[in-house]
């Protein structure tokens, strides 16, 4: 499904995202050295035994990448104008290697753009989730998206 545009959306609207995604070691190591993040807990397996998770920690930046792609086919593929910015991200559980994620999304507010006549503004909040049913990592995303294309 291609995303939809700003007069499609209503408050409320909520979207279970099918596509879920299984962490790999060499995501998380690709993306920690992409991004020149060398924190041990990422990328070094002696460092993270000896912590106190006792195993590697994803990056919680690949954490929030992954929430925010998952759910790009069904909110705002082919009729996103800009992302205008992310609040209130958490991660209120650790992810590990060979976590399965899979994302939620929720229409929490709806404005109308006053430099873009028929474009909006929506802001969604999504959820990401482990198998074990645990939000790992959760934030509001404001999008400027097109008016209809009728």
């Known amino acids: 499904m291609a995303g939809r545009f700003f007069d499609q959306w209503t408050i409320g609207d909520r979207i279970a995202h099918e596509i879920r995604r299984t962490v790999t070691e060499t995501d998380n190591l690709l993306f920690s050295t992409m991004t020149h993040n060398p924190q041990p807990l990422h990328i070094d397996a002696e460092a993270a035994r000896a912590s106190e998770f006792g195993q590697i920690l994803v990056n919680g930046t690949f954490t929030f990448a992954l929430m925010i ?33 899979r994302a939620e999304t929720e229409v929490t507010e709806l404005k109308a753009s006053q430099s873009r006549p028929g474009a909006g503004i929506v802001t969604f909040t999504h959820r990401l989730i482990n198998q074990r049913d645990e ?16």
């Open 69 to 101: 792609g998952l759910s790009v086919g069904e909110t705002t593929l082919g009729t996103l104008v800009a992302n205008l910015g992310y609040d209130k991200l958490v991660h209120p559980k650790p992810v590990f290697l060979g976590d399965t994620l």
């Open 135 to 150: 939000i790992v990592c959760q934030c509001l995303r404001m999008v400027l998206i097109k008016g209809s294309a009728a």
